[in-house]
Structures are given as C-alpha cells and as structure tokens.
C-alpha cells in the first residue's frame, strides 16, 4: 500500500508517522507537510533515513501540486493530519484556518475523488478531526458520535466544516470515508503554545503561568501515543462512512491540571514545593472559550477494543521528562518566529 499521510511533521502526525513506518515496513509512507511553524523534520529523526518513508516538502492548498502528486504517486490511502491546530491563533487569523482546514481538505477530496474514480475499492481517505465541533458542554453530560455539530471558534468552524465536506464527498461521490474526532492530546514534539508544552516551557524560565479565565475550564486528555495508537485501529478495522470518538476518559480542570504539572515540576527541577505555583497569573479569559470538552470513547472501546494504555499522572511525568530532555528541540522552535508570537498573545 502507499498511504499519504499530511501533517507528518506536526506534533501528532510525526508520532503516527514513526509508529506506520516501524510497524508496516510493507507499506510505503509518504509524509506530506509544508513544514509551518508547527512542522519540524526534527520530529522525524528516528524514520528520516528508513527505505518505506519519503518526505514531500508542499501544500494542501495548492490544487495543481496536489493533483500531479496523486497521479505521480498513486496513493492507496491518505492519512488527513494536516490544518492549522491552535484556537488562540484562529481567533486572529481565520482566513488562514478556512484555506488550509477547507480548502486543504477539499484540494485532497478532489483529488482523491479524481484519481480513485475508476476502482475504489480498497481505498480509504482518513479525516483526523477534533472533539472541538461539537462545541461545548455544561458541568455534565459527554460527547457521543451522534453530538449535533455546533463549533465555536474559527478553528472548530473550519474543521467542522472539513468533516461535512468529507462525508459530502463520501454521500454523493461514493468516496470511501472514515472520520475520529479526539479529544485535548499531550506528549513530546506538541509546539510550546498549547497549554502543556507552553506551561513546561516557563517553568523552565522561570516565566508567568497565564491560566486564562478562573482556570475552570475543562478539558478530556489524551497521551498522543494512544492517539496514535487509536488512528491505526480505525485505519485497519474502522467502518468505512463512520465516525469514531476518540477521548482519554481523563477530564481535568484546567487550574487542577496545572496545579498537578506545577507539582511535577518542582520535583524534577529540584526545586522547592510550591516555586512552579507561585507563576501561576490569572490573564484575560480566551474569548468564546469552550468551558468544557468530555467525549465518550465507548464506541471504538466496544467496537475496536482500544483504551488508552497509560494514566495521566504517568502520561505527564513522561511528557515533562521529554522535553527536560530536549532542551535544544524547544530551544529551536521557541527561537525567531515564536517570540513575535509570543508578545502578541501574551505581553
Ligand atoms: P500541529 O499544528 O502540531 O501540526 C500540523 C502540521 O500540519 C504541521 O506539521 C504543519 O506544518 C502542517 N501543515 C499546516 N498547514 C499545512 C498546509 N497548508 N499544507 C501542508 N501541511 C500543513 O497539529 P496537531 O496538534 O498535530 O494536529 C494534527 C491534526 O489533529 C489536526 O488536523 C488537528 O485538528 C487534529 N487534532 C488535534 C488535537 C490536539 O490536541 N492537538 C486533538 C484532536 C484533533
Ligand atoms: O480538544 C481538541 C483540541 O485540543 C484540538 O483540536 C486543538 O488542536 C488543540 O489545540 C486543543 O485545543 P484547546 O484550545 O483545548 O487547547 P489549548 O492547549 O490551547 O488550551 C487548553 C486549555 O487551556 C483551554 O481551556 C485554554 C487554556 N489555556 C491555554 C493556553 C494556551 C490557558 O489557560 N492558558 C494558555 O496560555
């Protein structure tokens, strides 16, 4: 098989990435990305020089790019990671999430649509998306397959809108589909603005902590290697024209999270208990912030048997360990670009 996988540089897609490549040494793994801030080949380092793997340096953007690529490659199956992930960054550029979240996805349907009309048999394009279309919940109650749509920030809008698209193109082309929709993920190689990596980060400099809002906002985590994991079950046994819900049964408030991170990070850093809360500031709450995400996972629980395979508490160790490890990795990708990035959102 030759799978084309997007946004393999980006922070989940280069763990899916190395787990295909090592496991399928049958199948051929193209990785497609136009290495944005958030695309780093250093993510890559233990695959880069396997025989089953290429890396392709464009964008989903580009229609004409996309289409000479399918008709070069004659791909099997695409893998779709690649979009604009971060809400904070949606909020002040949208149109950069419709172009790439929609009409990157659409650039990929139409060439998938055009290059697999004659046998579609035996192939698979996969949507990666997000807990975030189902906007918000209250204080209880958890989201289902069946959850009505209804995103709340420029980047659950645009990915809500690539996940119509795609069973769109499923109802009336035939194409065959499969979508997941996952919860808040962690782990190494995430880019220091989502809240895990970006907190570890100023600890590590002795920086604020900007809890926005009360810090009671609440999020369902995910160790990215059981994202990973989850991805290659709906890749292989998953339904074709399905959805599957994928979520860590693993809810935490934001302030009780950060509390737990700031304790970890005492310890590690050998610092005395309660130096890494006293960074804690409270900021400007994000606007339209989601207060609380929680999916249920029950579906590919029964149906695939996956769970996820470690606790948050072991997950977070192994996170902070990660990146205590690989200072010269945050080193680069916190250096040009990001500080700009940085004085914007937050000074
Ligand atoms: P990320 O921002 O870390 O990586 C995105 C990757 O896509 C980067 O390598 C970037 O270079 C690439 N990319 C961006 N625009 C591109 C374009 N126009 N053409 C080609 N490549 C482009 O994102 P992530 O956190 O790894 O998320 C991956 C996918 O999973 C996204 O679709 C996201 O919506 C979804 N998702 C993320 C989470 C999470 O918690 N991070 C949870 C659920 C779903
Ligand atoms: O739920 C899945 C989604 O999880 C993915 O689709 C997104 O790509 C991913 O970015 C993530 O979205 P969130 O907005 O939930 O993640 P983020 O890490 O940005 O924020 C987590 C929570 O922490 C949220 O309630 C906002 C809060 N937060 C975040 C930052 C960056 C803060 O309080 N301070 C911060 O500086």
């Known amino acids: 098989m030759k799978i084309l996988i997007t946004g393999g540089a980006g922070f989940i897609g280069s763990h899916l990435i190395s787990l295909f490549v090592s496991k399928y040494q049958q199948h051929q793994i193209f990785n497609l990305d136009a290495l944005t801030y958030a695309g780093n080949l250093e993510n890559l380092k233990d695959v880069e020089g396997e025989l089953n793997y290429s890396f392709i340096l464009g964008d989903i953007i580009d229609q004409g790019f996309i289409n000479a690529l399918f008709k070069k490659h004659q791909f099997d199956a695409v893998i779709h990671l690649a979009a604009e992930s971060h809400v904070d960054r949606s909020i002040k550029d949208p149109l950069a999430f419709a172009r790439t979240n929609i009409l990157g996805t659409l650039n990929l349907l139409n060439a998938a649509r055009e290059f697999w009309n004659d046998d579609l048999k035996d192939k698979l394009f996969y949507h990666v998306s997000t807990d975030e279309v189902y906007g918000t919940l209250g204080e209880t109650g958890l989201f289902t397959e069946t959850t009505a749509y209804d995103p709340n920030s420029p980047y659950s809008a645009s990915k809500a809108s690539s996940d119509h698209f795609v069973r769109a193109y499923g109802e009336t082309y035939g194409l065959p589909y499969v ?8 782990g190494p190689n995430q880019f220091p603005e989502k809240l895990i990596p970006l907190f570890i980060n100023n ?10 809002g009360d810090g009671n906002y609440t999020r369902d985590w995910l160790y990215v290697i059981d994202h990973a994991r989850a991805i290659d079950l709906v890749f292989h046994k998953g339904k074709t024209k399905d959805t599957y819900n994928i979520g860590g049964f693993n809810e935490w408030k934001n ?4 509390t737990l991170l700031c304790q970890q990070m005492d310890e590690k850093l050998a610092r005395p208990k309660g130096s890494s809360e006293k960074l804690i500031t409270y900021v400007k709450d994000r606007p339209g912030h989601d207060l609380r995400y929680a999916i249920d996972a029950s579906k590919i629980k029964k149906e695939l048997g996956w769970e996820p395979s470690v606790t948050f508490e072991e997950g977070l160790s192994k996170t902070i360990d990660w990146y205590l490890e690989n200072t010269e990795w945050l080193e680069h990708v916190t250096s040009g670009a990001y500080q700009e990035y940085y004085k914007k959102q937050y000074l």
């Open 179 to 186: 979508i997941s929709n996952c919860s808040n993920n962690y």
């Open 255 to 258: 302030i009780d999270l950060v």
């Open 203 to 212: 600890i590590i400099n002795n920086k604020p902590l900007p809890v926005y």
